[in-house]
């Protein structure tokens, strides 16, 4: 459903229902085979228990009848010998549970073994806004290797462009510098210090990020403005702001201005729009460095 435009824009619908159909039949058949493996479980497992009783009950008419016990001691050990077998019986319920709590947090120790951000120790709390340089930094997507031994700079107060063909590691450096990677070799460095040594907190402070894909949050036009933005900004320094970036006009023709509903994710603005209410919120910001992806 978040696609459907795609899907209607390159006649797909068809195709759609196909692979939507054969998605749902093999769920249903793995359904299928569930119930018939707890079927089956809960059948043996009812025979197992009424296996035990069969053999007392024959046992006890054969103790019976040969006067080896009295009809009070056979209910006596009838009654001790059940406890015995609900115990181990208790014990296999208990050992099923288990195997299966374990499989689920098998996943779940993946997750939380991998590494928590921002609770490595930092040496320094604030940034002092400098060059970041980037130091024989190596970085790669598993065994993909996508930056080797780059050495670069970024200079403060100055436009630094990027550029090159799709894959070649653009997003990726931008990434790094917000910390969002660690490089798996090399440094990257500002004002002498590893970045890596300053509270991540304050570090990311520095930057305005606007990403490619122009994500929007569900609310008003005011709302993804002032996403992220940490000082009180009036309506009119928006609209200041917005003429800048020539946002203005677009915002004013929207029913309600800056209080008009973007909708799911933003599904009611255009492409270019979402775009200038990113650079406007990257602006008012007002961050030392902006990032422009």
């Known amino acids: 459903l978040a ?16 692979r939507g159909k054969k998605e749902i039949k093999e769920y249903y058949i793995a359904q299928r085979k569930e119930n018939i493996a707890e079927f089956l479980q ?36 009838y009654a001790y010998a ?4 609900s115990f181990f019986s208790d014990k296999i319920s208990m050992w099923i549970q288990v195997k299966t709590y374990q499989g689920n947090m098998n996943r779940l120790s993946e997750l939380f073994s991998a590494p928590e951000e921002g609770v ?20 790669s997507y598993g065994d993909h290797d996508i930056l080797s031994d780059a050495t670069f700079a970024f200079p403060k107060n ?6 090159g063909p799709s894959g070649t590691g653009k997003t990726t450096i931008l990434k790094l ?17 590893e970045i890596g040594d300053y509270k991540l907190e304050n570090w990311r402070r520095q930057f305005s ?11 008003t036009i005011r709302d993804n403005i002032l996403y992220g933005v940490e000082t009180a900004i009036t309506d009119e320094q928006i609209m200041s702001a917005a003429s800048e970036i020539r946002a203005d006009m677009f915002i004013e023709n929207c029913p309600g201005g800056l209080d008009y509903d973007v909708g799911q994710f933003g599904d009611k603005l255009s492409g270019g729009q ?10 008012l910001q007002d961050r030392e460095f902006i990032l422009l992806d």
């Open 209 to 219: 990020y606007v990403k490619q894909d122009t994500p929007m949050i569900s609310g």
């Open 82 to 85: 059940n406890q015995v077998f």
């Open 158 to 163: 100055k436009f630094t462009a990027i550029f």
């Open 42 to 77: 809960s059948s043996v497992s009812s025979a197992i228990h009424i296996v035990p009783d069969t053999i007392m009950l024959l046992v006890g008419i054969y103790m019976l009848n040969t006067k080896a016990l009295t009809p009070a001691g056979w209910i006596v050990f």
């Open 3 to 18: 696609r459907i435009t795609v899907i209607k824009s390159f006649n797909r619908e068809a195709y759609e229902t196909e």
């Open 274 to 283: 979402k775009q200038k209410i990113s650079l406007l919120r990257a602006f």
């Open 177 to 193: 510098i917000e910390r969002i990677y660690e490089p798996t070799a090399g440094r990257i460095m500002q004002n002498g210090h």
């Open 120 to 139: 490595k120790e930092y040496t320094v709390e604030e940034v002092s806004a400098e060059d970041i340089v980037f130091d024989g930094v190596c970085f």
